[in-house]
């Protein structure tokens, strides 16, 4: 399916994005160059509170991402396993799922599919933890984005897996394991993402943890 809109204005193109069809399970996906900064925040405007369709911006590059259904479940599973994690082990957490950050200065925003503060003495205007699903190729460098935001750490699911993402003196190191949730196992995490139902794979998460003994201190 086409999405050029070039000679769309940004109002027509949240207009056919809104309105889109679910059946498929690629993301949608374009990016716009040379948006100003305002045309930016004149999408943001149009969509109002609607969790879709997503957007970023990076130096004058617009994305325009329709998340699929599949990528939505896909998220949703990835944020309420951490959330079944940091119970069982006692870690103080708050989600605020597609939290639009941006910096004027540095012409970056995003709004990542989930977003976490770990513990109590956290930046309450910094996440500790952005969550991406990758279903579709292209859009814009996100990671130079998050960088620029301060964000410590960068989950990315792509091809069934996590990959973990540290910035270190500004920019982004893949690593193996989380640091923003230490002892996290995320190919264990991994296995239980895609289920018949949300809450059986909430449920059979949970009793693995048990099982080997993760607990609170």
Not at 41 to 58: D, V
Not at 118 to 146: C, H, M, Q
Not at 179 to 196: H, T, Y
Request: proline content about 4%; charged content about 25%.
């Amino acid at each position: 399916m086409s999405l050029a809109f070039a000679s769309d204005s940004p109002a027509a193109i949240i207009e056919r994005l809104v309105d889109h069809d679910e059946i498929p399970r690629d993301d949608k996906i374009i990016v716009l160059h040379g948006a100003t900064w305002a045309d930016y925040q004149r999408l943001l405007e149009l969509r109002g509170e609607s969790s879709a369709p997503r957007l970023a911006y990076l130096e004058g590059a617009l994305e325009i991402m329709l998340p699929s259904r599949f990528h939505e479940s896909i998220h949703f599973m990835i944020g309420r396993l951490i959330e079944v994690w940091c119970l069982e082990v006692g870690v103080e957490f708050s989600g605020y799922g597609s939290w639009t950050r941006e910096k004027k200065e540095d012409r970056r925003g995003v709004e990542p599919d989930a977003c976490y503060v770990f513990g109590t003495n956290s930046d309450p205007e910094r996440p500790d933890l952005a969550i991406d699903v990758i279903w579709t190729s292209g859009g814009v460098d996100k990671l130079a984005i998050y960088a620029a935001l301060g964000v410590r750490e960068v989950w990315f699911w792509r091809g069934g897996r996590l990959s973990v993402h540290v910035l270190r003196d500004g920019a982004y190191e893949e690593v193996a394991a989380s640091e923003v949730l230490p002892g996290i196992d995320l190919v264990e995490l991994a296995q239980f993402i895609v289920r018949p139902t949300a809450s059986q794979g909430i449920r059979e998460y949970r009793s693995a943890l048990q099982t080997r003994g993760v607990h609170g201190a």
